[in-house]
């Protein structure tokens, strides 16, 4: 019985350790893997002056009920140790106003982006485990002052956020790895 429930326990804990986190790649995976796994799904990257990946050219998402794709920017970024620890996914604002035109500021368009990435979070990974006030404030008060948004999901392994801000334009989704420590 011990031998049983100590293998039980060995493949629980092998199982999560390899959970995958966005287009399957998984915490902890080394730099090369990670650049190979990307190569192979058609997604270019080099490496920043900071050490991360990031891609060429933006990665197109497509969103359930939306018409064209959001443009991504990626960047993976690595322990000091060389796993995998964080990717982050962020809007490319004047990309997405090329088929979005129909949104006369940056303050729409970030609002915008944010319902259908918010909705389509939600149905992978359930409610959001914390929503901040301003991400319910209304879109025609952004003018007045710069207003954040940061929405957190929960996932097997990981933490997933949407965060943007108003001034500057911006929105990114961060997927980083959990501490194995707390």
């Known amino acids: 019985m011990k031998a049983f429930t100590l293998l039980l ?5 092998a199982t999560a350790g390899a959970q995958s986190t966005w287009k399957n790649l998984r915490f902890g995976q080394s730099r090369d893997d990670v650049h190979n796994a990307l190569t192979a799904q058609g997604i270019a990257v080099e490496t920043s002056q900071e050490g991360a990946l990031q891609s060429t050219s933006d990665y197109p998402l497509f969103v359930p009920g939306l018409r064209h794709p959001l ?12 796993g ?3 990717i982050t996914l962020t809007l490319d604002i004047p990309a997405m106003r090329q088929n979005y035109n129909e949104f006369r500021t940056d303050d729409a368009l970030l609002a915008f982006a944010s319902d259908h990435l918010t909705r389509a979070l939600t149905d992978i990974y359930a409610a959001p485990v914390s929503t901040t006030s301003e991400c319910d404030a209304d879109p025609a ?4 002052k710069p207003t954040g948004c940061t929405i957190n999901w ?3 392994g990981q933490s997933i956020a949407i965060d943007w801000l108003t001034r500057p334009a911006h929105l ?7 501490s194995p420590d707390l």
Do not use: K, W
């Open 9 to 13: 326990a060995l493949t629980l804990a």
């Open 71 to 82: 443009p991504l920017h990626t960047e993976f970024r690595f322990t000091d140790s060389g």
């Open 84 to 86: 995998l620890m964080d």
């Open 141 to 144: 008060t952004f003018a007045n």
């Open 154 to 156: 929960h996932g097997t």
């Open 172 to 178: 990114y989704i961060r997927y980083q790895m959990l």
